[in-house]
């Protein structure tokens, strides 16, 4: 993936390895990724809000053609978590396809997203995993 850049990344690196969310101070709502204004309802004051790390899953699709990452990937499971006080699309890792069903639990976990080929750069970041044994 191309268009990364150290400063970039650096900048982001406190929201990327926290599982950290914005809150709207104006009405309340919680989003994630964090912004610096509300999507509900445009206030720009914004505080962080730090989200529990296990959820349920609430729908997932699969996604066999990867646009943004090498196809030796494929397949991506992509799914909407369910935290409680929030909800997050997120690559549902660690796991195939078959061993995924709705409701499961899982739990946050720090990895690899993606790599820029042409500077070595990699990025990290919040993905869910199956919890084992629930
Ligand atoms: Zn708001």
């Known amino acids: 993936m191309a268009g990364f850049s150290a400063p970039a990344v650096w900048r982001g690196r406190t929201h990327r390895y926290r599982l950290v969310a ?39 699709s ?14 991506v499971i992509l799914g909407l978590v369910d935290l409680g006080v929030a909800r997050v699309i997120s690559e549902i890792t660690d796991a195939s396809p078959e061993d995924v069903s709705v409701g499961m639990q899982v739990e946050a976990v720090f990895r690899r997203i993606a790599e820029d080929g042409g500077t070595g750069l990699i990025v990290y970041g919040i993905k869910f995993r199956p919890v084992k044994g629930a």
């Open 22 to 60: 914005g809150k709207c101070t104006s009405c309340g709502k919680l989003h994630y990724p964090p912004s610096y204004s509300c999507p509900y309802c445009g206030s720009r004051s914004m505080v962080e809000a730090e989200l529990p790390r296990v959820g349920r899953l609430m729908s997932y």
């Open 62 to 75: 699969v996604v066999y053609s990867v646009p943004f990452d090498s196809k030796s990937r494929a397949p």
